[in-house]
């Protein structure tokens, strides 16, 4: 952890207590010209610090910001956000995020832009990713599996976001397969989950996640073929991304542990749970033509489950569902 | 098509017939000066060309050289093959052709390589990799697959490999599940597939192939854990393999087509007639505990199938397969 790391977690600690420039000094072994240097620091990234004489260093108003210190500081992960990485204007956190995994970063790496500069969603579509509003992050993972059960990280990443949204936010997010998060229908997040593999083996797989936080209805494109919505805009309150970030990497984190040691069942079922299109009637065009029937559930593959009117189940691996 | 490339096009249509310089410079519509500069060079690269007053040019013998005007001439392909890039020494031809697919490459794309300086087999193994002797070859693909069926690409070139190897060498190579190609238990082609994908979706696959043509005993590592040979050590004659590459090149060219065309079930009955164990008794190590039991096939996913000795089958995505 950095001097200025230490620092805020000291203040983070100790709430509404004055800390005397002497205090932090002793606690942290480090001189008191560091001290005043690392709060000056503070200030200047908008940390309101008080400074009282005789009393010492108080923290008033920490700002949204997503800066790393303030991420990983007592973030209680086992393995995601150990290491995270913030820049205020990026291409793409996934294509940072890819660069960083060939170059050998570690598991867990998380990699966080205020703004993106060419966002991307699934098949290269853009992705609109707005400053200071929202949340774009991408998370680096080696899991030691075939690349069969790499699905499974689509939707390992699909449930703890949906399941922050609830939780936090209070809404009512579901899942729609493969891969995007709705509120009433409309899109609130978004996953771009890319993978690099050998033959059988996982190399890495970069979870990408926009999550639609505090934007306004103006900031969003206007020739979207789909309905989109933020947090904000279905609550009417503003979220706080620090928060919201970190509630969600640690749920992550905790859900990416329980595959590893138990496999996929607990978070298939946390995703069947959450889908929008669970047991319902649906038609599927997956090429081959259009079939309808009942969605039954998931597989290990990633692949939907759907009984078809004669009472066949087929798997669906790739193509559109829609809701009869 | 390079000038050098159509000249070297004309003499291969006509052996044992002198061309004179004014046919060439005619027929290309080149002139007389740009034949002689060109025959020069093909010289210079090895080939022997006589020359006779009054009659004109002769091929008389090209060497085993990987040139990419001799790999991609007349070579019949509708997608590998329209672009090769041949280098005497790199790294590794697989890391070439993963930055070429990045850079937007096309579909087809095969890089070749004399000799490389750091080949790799599967999970970072080291790929003996001497020069001259033998193909070291990365054939860049774009399939429209959900990546579940990524795997099948690494059949689809295991059974290329194998029945070039029967058809062009009269061996009787074998296929070993997932990845290896065996003659009489020895590996003498390896492969190491890479892909790149995001959520549903493959990006592109890397089909890197490991192919010991005439490789000597003294050449291969002392410390191989495994029986190794080449087509030399069997059959006691050199390959041509300039020849054995284009034949392997029309054969995936053809079989990848087809599996784009009619799906995984006709590849996948080569490689069950091809397979070392079908229909044998086997032990699996597939991480949790051992299991016994006839292998019965192969999935569509690359999964192999296993009829346990109580009647279930299992689909084995990774682990260990031992005949018993």
Redesign the interface.
């Known amino acids: 952890m950095s001097t200025r790391n230490k620092i805020l977690s000291l203040f983070r600690n100790h709430p509404d207590k004055y800390l005397s420039g002497q205090d932090i000094s002793r606690l942290l072994n480090i001189s008191r010209a560091a001290v005043w240097k690392q709060v000056k620091v503070l200030r200047e990234l908008g940390f309101e610090i008080e400074a009282k004489s005789s009393q010492g260093y108080r923290l008033l108003v920490a700002p949204d910001l997503l800066l790393a210190a303030e991420i990983e500081t007592d973030l209680g992960t086992r393995l995601i956000g150990q290491t995270v990485i913030t820049h205020a204007k990026i291409d793409s956190t996934n294509i940072l995020a890819r660069q960083l995994a060939e170059a050998d970063a570690i598991e867990g790496t998380v990699v966080i832009a205020d703004q993106q500069s060419a966002g991307r969603g699934?098949?290269g579509r853009r992705w609109e990713s707005p400053p200071e509003v929202n949340l774009y992050c991408s998370i680096l993972l080696r899991p030691k599996i075939?690349?069969?059960?790499?699905?499974q990280l689509?939707f390992l990443s699909a449930v703890a976001v949906a399941e922050t949204l609830n939780e936090l936010c209070q809404l009512t997010a579901e899942v729609k397969w493969?891969?995007d998060i709705l509120v009433d229908g409309a899109k609130i997040a978004g996953?771009?989950?890319?993978?690099?593999?050998?033959?059988?083996?996982v190399h890495f797989v970069v979870l990408g996640v926009g999550i639609n936080l505090n934007m306004l209805a103006e900031q969003f494109p206007t020739d979207l073929n789909y309905r989109a919505t933020s947090v904000l805009l279905e609550t009417g309150e503003r979220v706080d991304r620090l928060l919201f970030l970190r509630t969600f990497l640690q749920r992550l984190d905790a859900y990416y542990l329980e595959l590893v040691e138990e496999g996929f069942t607990p978070i298939r079922r946390r995703w069947e749970s959450l889908c929008n299109i669970m047991n319902r009637q649906v038609e599927v065009d997956g090429g081959a033509g259009i079939m309808s029937g009942t969605v039954v559930g998931l597989d290990a593959?990633?692949?939907l489950r759907v009984q078809l009117d004669g009472g066949q189940v087929e798997r669906i691996?790739?193509g559109d569902v829609r809701l009869l």
Chains 1, 2 share one sequence.
């Open positions: 699934r098949l075939p690349i069969q059960q790499a699905p689509t493969p891969n996953l771009l989950n890319e993978m690099n593999a050998e033959t059988e083996q593959d990633g692949a691996l790739a």
